[in-house]
């Protein structure tokens, strides 16, 4: 069975503070899919990246970047210089590749303060 | 608007009634997911349809829900006698292939408050 464990619930950082959000994925696929996705406050989710399990290369698109690695089975995704309007429920799920379906984890609050 | 597109958005639903969800995919979508967001928690899959069939309901509840995809029209999920525990928002996503390395295109959701 696959699962998805973000331990961060909640997570509060001032503007312009870095902030790191953490995922630790299980799963007995060698072949699968990894995703984050932002959820602001307004409910409707928004896609940021996909990442396959060939390709543990890290990814940078502005301020967002995300460390994907293997051996730990992490995914982890950093924002540089927070901004007030990141702040939103941040989650980490997990496809198979067969038929798609995700498994997400149950998401860490991100509040950043002015 | 060519995302995937969820009515309504607010659905208030006294105990016992009938709640139906609609899913209209990406133009050219043919797989549907729906999944349910139970507060404070993250989403969680219930099923997998592909058009006029349904490929994967391991996470239907195994009564009152039901899903259909037919072959003209929206993706419909209906829960039969809803129940308080109910009471969650409901998205709906959408993609090309219906393989994982697709991204699924998710709706705004539809928010079931049953009273």
């Known amino acids: 069975a696959q699962k998805v464990t973000q331990a961060q619930t909640e997570i509060s950082v001032v503007e312009k503070e870095d902030v790191t959000l953490d995922c630790v994925y299980e799963?007995?696929?060698?072949?699968?899919?990894l995703f984050w996705y932002k959820q602001p406050p307004s409910g409707e989710l928004v896609f940021l990246i996909r990442r396959n399990s060939f390709d543990e290369q890290n990814e940078i698109s502005g301020r967002y970047s995300w460390n994907f690695q293997k051996s730990t089975s992490s995914f982890n995704f950093t924002i540089t210089a927070s901004q007030v309007v990141d702040s939103a429920v941040y989650f980490c799920?997990?496809?198979?590749?067969?038929?798609?379906?995700?498994?997400f984890g149950d998401g860490t609050t991100l509040t950043v303060k002015p | 608007n060519a995302g995937v597109m969820q009515n309504p958005r607010h659905l208030v639903r006294r105990r016992g009634q009938e709640a139906r969800l609609r899913c209209s995919p990406v133009k050219g979508h043919s797989h549907v997911y729906w999944y349910r967001q139970l507060p404070e928690e993250g989403l969680k899959f219930m099923v997998y349809?592909?058009?006029?069939?349904?490929?994967?309901e391991s996470g239907m509840p195994k009564e009152r829900f039901s899903a259909e995809f037919p072959k003209e029209g929206p993706s419909i999920l209906r829960i039969q006698q809803v129940v308080r525990g109910d009471s969650a928002a409901y998205f709906c996503?959408?993609?090309?292939?219906?393989?994982?390395?697709?991204?699924?295109?998710f709706g705004p959701g539809t928010r079931l408050t049953v009273t």
């Open positions: 996503a959408s993609s090309p292939q219906g393989q994982g390395f697709d991204e699924q295109y």
């Open positions: 799963t007995r696929d060698t072949t699968y899919y």
């Open positions: 799920a997990l496809s198979d590749t067969n038929a798609g379906k995700s498994t």
């Open positions: 349809l592909q058009k006029e069939n349904i490929i994967d």
